[in-house]
T-cell receptor, first 111, second 114 residues
Framework: RKEVEQDPGPFNVPEGATVAFNCTYSNSASQSFFWYRQDCRKEPKLLMSVYSSGNEDGRFTAQLNRASQYISLLIRDSKLSDSATYLCVVNFKGTGNQFYFGTGTSLTVIP | GAVVSQHPSWVICKSGTSVKIECRSLDFQATTMFWYRQFPKQSLMLMATSNEGSKATYEQGVEKDKFLINHASLTLSTLTVTSAHPEDSSFYIC??????????FGQGTRLTVV
């Protein structure tokens, strides 16, 4: 069973649309949660951390539900520059500061 | 700016040769670094955890004799792909543990074995 499960998409949406990505994780002892963005042939870059209280950064809103072990990312008013792969990442401090990645959800914003 | 530097960014090598990839933490000391591999359209998969001054810990299914990891200093870890074959062609990324929850990644190395 994978540590982190994500719908790979692809999601093809028009500019201005709202799109939501979901992710589930299997380890209830996971401690920190993130959404990373990865552009083609590049390293992942932190988009935002995810908190139980929910957090918003401009057009991006992230939510964590610990009871359901579920993480979401909402992108409003999609821009062409939002086209990328979005990785759900879970952090577990076991024997080290380990990160587990979802397969990523591919988003293409269409003009 | 980048806090983790990875080199080279891409490499093409002949089958049977070895390739070394370097991962450096730029302005902090990293007792732990991680090596990931990413195949096309797949997620990053942790290969091994590199610990300064001790042996690396490999994930299940990763051959330690094929993927040699050396973490001789607090700012440098190296991954050597020995006797590389075409199926080893992949995107290799390192990250360094800065003691905080955010992961900092190197730029990645695209390895093509021909």
């Amino acid at each position: 069973r994978k540590e982190v499960e994500q719908d790979p998409g692809p999601f093809n949406v028009p500019e201005g649309a709202t799109v939501a990505f979901n992710c589930t994780y299997s380890n209830s002892a996971s401690q920190s949660f993130f959404w990373y963005r990865q552009d083609c042939r590049k390293e992942p870059k932190l988009l935002m951390s995810v908190y139980s209280s929910g957090n918003e950064d401009g057009r991006f809103t992230a939510q964590l539900n610990r009871a359901s072990q579920y993480i979401s990312l909402l992108i409003r008013d999609s821009k062409l520059s939002d086209s990328a792969t979005y990785l759900c990442v879970v952090n577990f401090k076991g024997t080290g500061n380990q990160f587990y990645f979802g397969t990523g959800t591919s988003l293409t914003v269409i003009p | 700016g980048a806090v983790v530097s990875q080199h080279p960014s891409w490499v093409i090598c002949k089958s049977g040769t070895s390739v070394k990839i370097e991962c450096r933490s730029l302005d902090f000391q990293a007792t732990t670094m991680f090596w990931y591999r990413q195949f096309p359209k797949q997620s990053l998969m942790l290969m091994a955890t590199s610990n300064e001054g001790s042996k690396a810990t490999y994930e299940q299914g990763v051959e330690k004799d094929k993927f040699l990891i050396n973490h001789a200093s607090l700012t440098l870890s190296t991954l050597t792909v020995t006797s590389a074959h075409p199926e080893d062609s992949s995107f290799y990324i390192c990250s360094a543990d800065r003691g905080i929850t955010e992961a900092f990644f190197g730029q990645g190395t695209r390895l093509t074995v021909v």
